[in-house]
């Protein structure tokens, strides 16, 4: 077997592990004409594992070997990332126009997500230790 050949179940079960979690955790979608936001939050320890261990297969799939990775593209984009302590995992994606997102982890271990897509998205997420988080937002 291949090392190609494992990278599909490792998506399938990272994106699972995601709908899951999603489904388990879900703390808020919001939609509307002009887009929509959804934030999965971790409610208690048990959560915030499974979130975790979604955060880094993720990370694994894009092949993050170190705790962060910041991707933009579009116009005026601001990315400010802290991370102290060990385990720390960290994923800022935007496109589009206008965005900003601010992560901020203490403590260890953490695990975000922040996917931005669209106009004039922004985000703020401080977290302190075992926390774990998924936030999506697309505006048009």
Avoid: W
Avoid at 18 to 24: E, F, H, N, R, T
Avoid at 65 to 74: E, F, I
């Amino acid at each position: 077997m291949s090392f190609l050949n494992l990278h599909l179940p490792v998506r399938m079960l990272a994106v699972s592990a995601c709908l899951a979690i999603g489904v388990l955790c879900a703390n808020t979608g919001a939609a509307s004409a002009d887009g929509f936001t959804v934030s999965l939050i971790a409610r208690s320890a048990k959560d915030a594992n499974l979130l975790s261990s979604a955060v880094r297969l993720y990370a694994l799939h894009r092949d993050l070997r170190t705790g962060a990775d910041l991707r933009q593209t579009g116009k005026g984009h601001s990315a400010l990332l802290h991370q102290s302590g060990q385990g720390q995992q960290a994923i800022i994606r935007q496109r589009g126009a206008g965005h900003s997102a601010k992560v901020s982890q203490r403590g260890d271990p953490n695990a975000q997500v922040i996917l931005q897509f669209g106009r004039g998205a922004r985000a703020d997420i401080v977290q302190s230790g075992g926390e774990s988080g998924l936030l999506v937002q697309f505006r048009r």
